[in-house]
């Protein structure tokens, strides 16, 4: 299955006689399922060659979107993705309880204003639950601002897509993260649009509503108040709390053998971490602490970014330090499910804080420790998918450790 565009040869309209799933179903990529949305959507019908998980097309998607693929004698390339340019950048005024500073809603904001598109795909929660996400079409800047701040749990984001159809809406931004983008760019040209944009962030280690309760009351000495979190750039993860107050936990004092299944298999098996088919990418890996990480991929990201240019303070990218020790030995402690100490966790913190990897060498650090584990995860779990579900660049990524069997 490599094919982007089978079925529009025969009746362009074929997809609207396909029957969404029902809520709850088993979905065609069983376990491995991200609840991406589409199969919420008559656009099931293309699901076997749209499902980042039954279909692994990321080199074809990214000659299509961005006019080349990843360029596999350039370490740069197999990382972070086609790009034309990447910076750090924070807003000068922050958007009070946005994610990092509010890059993402700023930009869905002005794109809406000037009138580039008509609506926005992005993400609410329910009035019940914080954490419960909602996927919306935005058509003001007050529901933009409403999606601000991560969902960190599995969202269906394209099970709005027929209602995009139904509309008539013509000029789209859609707000994601890779595997929903994946999809949505199998489908792109089904969706009778005359432009789109997408808006991607990194994303990694995501939990059904359930995993992320568990997360939440293994890690957080008070579950019930946490607003925001973040595994940051210093090797802590960053708890915001209802009173405002922040707490953060080494990541190496993290409960690994109680945490091992919290993450969804679908993020397990996931080599997109970067958001490969975005036309944009905001997130913070490969910045410096407190601000963001910003890769432009193509012109039309390039548009996105100009508009809230004179809203950022940016400096260049910079990389500093060594990961590849760090990876390697975190390799068999994770596997084995190794949790250290309170005080010897938060003393490794402090130490790698000092010397460890940083900008772009820390981007390279979550990358490979993602990319190995997941490796070893596909290979144990799902073997017959390993050929062709690991990217060739993941594969060149992967090759620079030694795994166990
Ligand atoms: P805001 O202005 O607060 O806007 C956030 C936007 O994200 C909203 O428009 C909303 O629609 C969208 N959104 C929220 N939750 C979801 C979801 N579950 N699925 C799809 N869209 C969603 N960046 C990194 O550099 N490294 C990481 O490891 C990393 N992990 C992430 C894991 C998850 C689950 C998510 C959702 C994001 C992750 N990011 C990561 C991105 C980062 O946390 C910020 O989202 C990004 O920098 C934008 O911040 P902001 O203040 O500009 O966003
Ligand atoms: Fe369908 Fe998306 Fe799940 Fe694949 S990941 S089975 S496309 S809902």
Redesign the pocket.
């Not at 946005?98 to 700023?106: D, E, K, M, N, Y």
């Not at 999606?147 to 969202?155: D, Q, W, Y």
């Not at 962030?201 to 995501?206: I, L, S």
């Given at each position: 299955m490599t094919s982007v565009q089978p079925s529009t040869q025969s009746d362009p309209q074929s997809h609207k006689k396909a029957k969404a799933l029902k809520p709850g179903s088993r979905r065609p990529a069983k376990e491995l399922c991200s609840e991406c949305g589409l199969c919420d959507t008559y656009y099931i019908h293309y699901v076997k060659e749209a499902c980042a998980f039954l279909n692994q097309q990321i080199p074809q998607l990214e000659e299509q979107t961005h006019g080349r693929s990843r360029n596999l004698d350039n370490p740069d390339d197999w990382y972070f993705g086609v790009s034309q340019d990447m910076m750090a950048a924070r807003k000068q005024a922050p958007?009070e309880g946005?994610?990092?500073?509010?890059?993402?809603?700023?930009i869905?904001i002005e794109m809406l204003n000037r009138g580039m598109v008509e609506g926005v795909i992005?993400?609410q929660n329910t009035k019940e639950d914080r954490f419960q996400?909602m996927p919306v079409i935005a058509t003001t800047p007050e529901e933009?601002l409403a999606?601000?701040?991560?969902?960190?749990?599995?969202?269906p984001?394209l099970s709005v897509l027929e209602q995009i159809e139904q509309s008539g809406l013509k000029r789209l931004l859609v707000?994601?993260?890779g595997c929903?983008i994946q999809a949505l760019r199998a489908v792109e040209q089904e969706l009778g649009l005359e432009k789109l944009y997408v808006l991607g962030?990194?994303?990694?280690?995501?939990v059904t509503r359930e995993g992320l309760q568990k997360f939440l009351e293994t890690t957080s000495r008070s579950p019930e108040t946490v607003v925001h979190y973040?595994?940051m750039q210093d090797f802590r993860v960053h708890f915001k709390h209802e009173d405002g107050s922040t707490e953060t936990v080494p990541f190496f004092g993290l409960k690994t053998n109680q945490l091992k299944d919290v993450f969804a298999p679908s993020c397990m098996s996931c080599f997109d971490?970067v958001n490969s088919l975005a036309d944009l990418v905001?997130?913070?890996?490969?910045a410096p602490f407190g601000w963001?990480?910003i890769v432009v991929r193509n012109d039309r990201g390039q548009e996105m970014l100009n508009l809230v240019m004179d809203q950022l303070e940016t400096q260049p990218v910079m990389s500093q330090g060594d990961r590849k020790n760090a990876v390697q030995q975190s390799i068999p402690a994770y596997d084995k499910g190794v949790t250290l100490p309170m005080w010897a966790a938060k003393l490794m913190g402090v130490v790698i804080e000092r010397v460890g990897p940083k900008g772009l060498e820390y981007?390279r650090f979550?990358i490979d420790s993602h990319f190995t584990r997941n490796y070893l995860y596909v290979k144990r779990n799902h073997p017959e998918k390993l050929a062709d579900h690991v990217p060739p660049y993941a594969r060149r990524i992967v090759a620079q450790y030694k795994l166990p069997e």
């Open positions: 958007i946005a994610q990092w500073t509010g890059i993402v809603s700023s869905a992005c993400v996400p933009i999606a601000r701040v991560n969902k960190p749990t599995l969202s984001n707000i994601g993260v929903q962030t990194p994303c990694v280690d995501n973040e595994f971490y905001v997130g913070y890996m490969g963001q990480w981007a979550s």
